[in-house]
């Protein structure tokens, strides 16, 4: 157990989930028709506080059963996060919190990415605030801490907690909340509507963690 309160199997799936939710803002190709594709998510929502997006989850597997090809969710995504002459949802934290792209909160994501270890040049498949990145380096702390919990390794484990509290609290619920009432207001599908419910409230649910873990630890040391 970590000192944050999350065990190896914990930090696992959320490790998975994280993967999944970043592929899911990557254009959509037929891998995302395969059976049990959310099964990352269903085991992190199964259980409270994001028990009650389990009902979400159906409504998106109903949808995806339904589908023959991904062609229609390829077209919205490009007219939700790219747009024929500009996007109706921006999939950039530096759009909501300095009003343009690539702006001073990109590069402070870039310098925690390097802070972290990833080879940004190569490891990047967009600019570093993008919502599928961001959500991708989530996964990678979930799963180096999990290791680090697999091998006994409490200083990594913590150093890999502490990084992504200070990543949530300081980026992702600063936008996301934004971020994915925009989704709610332009998307006609249940998959990208349902995708905004599901972020918006695991991330909620984070920054509650990530805060209750930061007062703790304030108050242990006074």
Same mark, same amino acid.
């Given at each position: 157990? !970590?000192? !944050? &309160?999350?065990?190896?199997?914990?930090?696992?799936?959320?490790?998975?989930?994280?993967?999944?939710?970043?592929?899911?803002?990557?254009?959509?190709?037929? %891998?995302?028709?395969?059976?049990?594709?959310?099964?990352?998510?269903?085991?992190?929502?199964?259980?409270?506080?994001?028990?009650?997006?389990? &009902?979400?989850?159906?409504?998106?597997?109903?949808?995806?059963?339904?589908?023959?090809?991904?062609?229609?969710?390829?077209?919205?995504?490009?007219?939700?996060?790219?747009?024929?002459? $500009?996007?109706?949802?921006?999939?950039?934290?530096?759009?909501?919190?300095?009003?343009?792209?690539?702006?001073? !909160?990109?590069? $402070?994501?870039? &310098?925690?990415?390097?802070?972290?270890?990833?080879?940004?040049?190569?490891?990047?498949?967009?600019?570093?605030?993008?919502?599928?990145?961001?959500?991708?380096?989530?996964?990678?702390?979930?799963?180096?801490?999990?290791?680090?919990? $697999?091998? &006994?390794?409490?200083?990594?484990?913590?150093?890999?907690?502490?990084?992504?509290?200070?990543?949530?609290?300081?980026?992702? %619920?600063?936008?996301?909340?934004?971020?994915?009432?925009?989704?709610?207001?332009?998307?006609?599908?249940?998959?990208?509507?349902?995708?905004?419910?599901?972020?918006?409230?695991?991330?909620?649910?984070?920054?509650?963690?990530?805060?209750? %873990?930061?007062?703790?630890?304030?108050?242990?040391?006074?």
């Amino acid at each position: 157990m !970590s000192n !944050s &309160g999350i065990d190896c199997r914990l930090a696992f799936e959320r490790s998975e989930a994280y993967r999944l939710l970043s592929d899911l803002y990557r254009p959509p190709d037929k %891998s995302l028709l395969a059976a049990g594709v959310l099964a990352p998510l269903r085991a992190v929502m199964s259980v409270s506080p994001l028990s009650h997006l389990m &009902g979400v989850l159906d409504e998106i597997e109903s949808y995806l059963s339904q589908l023959r090809d991904v062609t229609d969710l390829a077209v919205e995504y490009v007219k939700l996060f790219r747009g024929p002459v $500009k996007a109706l949802v921006y999939p950039y934290e530096s759009m909501y919190v300095d009003g343009e792209i690539m702006g001073p !909160s990109t590069f $402070k994501v870039l &310098g925690l990415y390097t802070e972290a270890g990833l080879e940004t040049t190569e490891e990047l498949k967009d600019l570093p605030d993008h919502i599928a990145v961001q959500l991708e380096f989530m996964g990678h702390l979930y799963s180096w801490e999990a290791e680090g919990l $697999k091998r &006994g390794d409490q200083s990594l484990a913590a150093r890999c907690a502490a990084l992504r509290r200070s990543f949530i609290v300081e980026h992702l %619920s600063q936008w996301v909340p934004s971020f994915a009432a925009a989704i709610l207001d332009h998307a006609a599908s249940p998959f990208y509507r349902g995708l905004a419910l599901i972020t918006k409230e695991l991330i909620a649910s984070e920054t509650d963690m990530a805060r209750a %873990s930061n007062r703790g630890a304030l108050s242990a040391a006074e």
